[in-house]
């Protein structure tokens, strides 16, 4: 049979940044993956896992199957590599950024647990390059059909993705059919003067564009938001904040909703777990993961819950710098002077996305959540640091609620308009 080959060269564009790796030697930073020049690489076999959950059923007839020794069999579709495109002028390295967790009996930051993260914020767009193989062993695959999946693929990378890294999006296809038993197309192949992605790039200036499909995105919450001197926590001798300062990060969002959450279901009676003898929440809590608020923010023994929190997008916020001083004490006179950057935005955008489907017992923790929010619009908390000397003021401009939600029962477009917690919701939990 006449062997064909496809190539093809998809063009992703990160919608948030990404990160790839794990723990690093230092123990106190969790890294990403990089070139003995220190520049972040995305390995192919991290797009081909986030692919191949997308062809969910379809897998084992693109990407081969491994299921026992009688039914191996390789796969039509080889992932060659990648090239990352970076932003003009970008430094080449990834970005670190410090988190710390947060105390949640003095609602300060956890002695010794500050860490770094590196992450990758200033790619422009990846370069997947793509070899489809139509016929091995005699079984011959739908190239249109893979090429359609292709098209509809909502790219993955990398971990955090339930607080908002590594979400990404196809922005083109280009591809080229050769058949080996026509010798124009072996010549083509053969005539190609580069090397890696300069040779596919080459032979693919006669291809084809195959047509993106738009990507559902299965957000069960969406808010529009004025932000006001929201802190961007830079060292004093910083003149400009970095790309990796724009964004604030799901983890801080789902850190800060969670806890609001917590403290609204005690206070209604509601079963949440964490609390010691002494009525207070345990330093080694990891959670439960039986109880309805593990179950939807997830926890430290069962994972992912049913939410993930994406990062809100600040790269078009205003930023302003101001002077401050401290003052001694004892004296009442000016200790030092430093430096404070704040960040102000219009319309930033809060998104919750749905990863597993939500229950009628945790009707409660959507209306906590909801009350969250709404303490947030009240000015009874803000987000981000300094936020007790009125920074991170966030006012929600506009609310839309999906139909998971509605099918709770809770079909509000305002805050204000929000149910109160009943005791039918917690009965509801208590016959789980």
């Not at 002695?111 to 005699?138: F, M, N, Q």
């Not at 069960?220 to 060292?235: C, E, F, H, Q, R």
């Not at 229950?359 to 007790?388: E, Y």
């Amino acid at each position: 049979m006449n062997h064909r080959i496809t190539y093809a060269r998809v063009t992703i564009e990160p919608l948030t940044p990404w990160r790839i790796g794990t723990v690093g030697e230092s123990r106190s930073t969790l890294e990403t993956v990089k070139d003995a020049g220190g520049i972040p690489q995305l390995p192919p076999t991290s797009l081909a896992g986030s692919f191949r959950t997308h062809l969910g059923s379809e897998a084992s007839t693109y990407m081969g199957s491994t299921k026992g020794a009688d039914e191996l069999s390789a796969s039509h579709l080889w992932f060659l590599g990648t090239r990352i495109v970076w932003e003009e002028s970008a430094e080449l390295k990834p970005q670190i950024r410090f988190t710390t967790p947060i105390d949640r009996n003095r609602s300060a930051a956890r002695k010794g647990g500050s860490h770094g993260v590196e992450e990758v914020c200033t790619a422009r767009e990846i370069r997947l390059y793509l070899r489809i193989d139509h016929t091995l062993s005699g079984k011959e695959i739908n190239k249109e059909r893979l090429l359609s999946l292709l098209a509809s693929w909502p790219v993955t990378i990398g971990g955090g993705l339930s607080v908002g890294l590594g979400h990404a999006k196809v922005t083109a296809i280009r591809y080229r059919s050769l058949d080996f038993s026509i010798p124009d197309d072996v010549l083509a192949r053969a005539m190609v003067s580069g090397h890696g992605p300069e040779a596919l790039d080459e032979l693919l200036v006669s291809g084809k564009d195959q047509e993106i499909q738009p990507v559902p995105v299965s957000e069960l919450l969406t808010a529009t938001m004025k932000l006001t001197d929201l802190n961007i926590p830079v060292p004093n001798n910083i003149t400009t904040p970095a790309p990796k300062d724009h964004w604030f990060h799901g983890t801080s969002w789902k850190g800060l909703l969670r806890a609001r959450v917590e403290f609204i279901g005690r206070s209604v009676g509601a079963n949440v777990c964490g609390l010691s003898e002494t009525g207070q929440v345990s330093r080694e809590w990891a959670g439960c993961g039986k109880c309805a608020v593990c179950e939807v923010f997830g926890s430290g023994t069962t994972g992912v819950g049913r939410l993930a929190f994406d990062a809100t997008d600040l790269r078009q916020a205003t930023d302003h710098k101001r002077k401050r001083n401290s003052i001694n004490r004892f004296s009442g006179a000016v200790e030092n002077l430093f430096s404070e950057w704040t960040t102000s935005a219009p319309n930033a955008r809060l998104v919750i996305r749905q990863i597993r489907p939500l229950k009628q017992h945790h009707t409660w923790v959507i209306k906590a959540l909801l009350l969250a929010l709404r303490d947030l619009d009240d000015g009874f908390t803000g987000i981000g640091g300094r936020g007790a000397t009125g920074l991170g003021a966030v006012s929600f401009l506009d609310l839309r609620l999906s139909s998971a939600i509605q099918e709770l029962g809770i079909t509000v477009t305002r805050l204000s308009d929000t149910p109160k917690i009943t005791a039918a919701d917690l009965r509801e939990q208590q016959n789980a």
